[in-house]
């Protein structure tokens, strides 16, 4: 693709790589190779790539977990935020061991997000999925939905027949206890700048 005008490509007879330049000329100061501009390719591609992107690696951050009517207390047990962004699309994992000393609080639980949503989509739409461990017993799942703009909230199948979809409480989709888990994953667009 060397030493070719832009005017005369009909077609990109060659896909530029990144040891291509571009370079501009104003044709009236063509002699003058001072006021020539050169530009990488590569570093141009890559920085705009980058600027467009803006990927962060993991991040840990603290969910605060409460419940529709009374807040459950996490006592001796544990929660975990970890989160990673590709521009303003955040994909949050969120890990909760019960313990000895948890209490479940009542009503459906819910969870922080690390940002508020960009864009506030229906409620109850899914963005994400949860398993629910049952210790000793067995696992169950159900989608992650949509709550306020700050906010998630778990649903699962319970244990008993017929199994309707309903929201995780301390009930549901079986009765909490120590060393029981939740671990939901979900993505959705932030309001980051």
């Known amino acids: 693709m060397a030493n070719i005008k832009i005017s005369d490509l009909t077609a990109l007879e060659a896909q530029p790589s990144t040891d291509d330049y571009f370079v501009i000329v104003d044709t009236s100061e063509a002699a003058d190779a001072d006021k020539t501009k050169k530009i990488d390719f590569g570093y141009a591609i890559k920085t705009y790539a980058d600027s467009l992107v803006n990927v962060t690696g993991v991040t840990t951050y603290t969910p605060t977990w409460t419940a529709q009517t009374t807040n459950p207390s996490l006592g001796n ?5 970890r989160y990673y962004r590709i521009g303003n699309v955040v994909t949050v994992f969120i890990n909760l061991t019960m313990g000895s000393t948890t209490t479940y609080g009542s009503g459906e639980w819910w969870f922080s997000m690390p940002f508020t949503w960009k864009v506030s989509p229906w409620a109850n739409m899914p963005i994400g999925y949860g398993r629910y461990t ?17 906010k ?19 009930n549901v ?9 939740l671990e939901i994953t979900f993505s959705y667009l932030a309001n980051i700048s």
């Not at 998630?152 to 301390?170: D, E, H, K, Q």
């Open 77 to 81: 047990g544990s929660i975990n935020g």
């Open 134 to 150: 049952d210790v000793g017993n067995q696992h169950y799942g159900g989608p992650v939905v949509i709550g306020d703009n700050a």
């Open 152 to 170: 998630v909230g778990c649903m699962a199948f319970p244990a008993a027949y017929p199994a309707y979809l309903n929201w995780v409480a301390y």
């Open 173 to 181: 989709p079986f009765t909490w206890g120590k060393s029981d888990e």
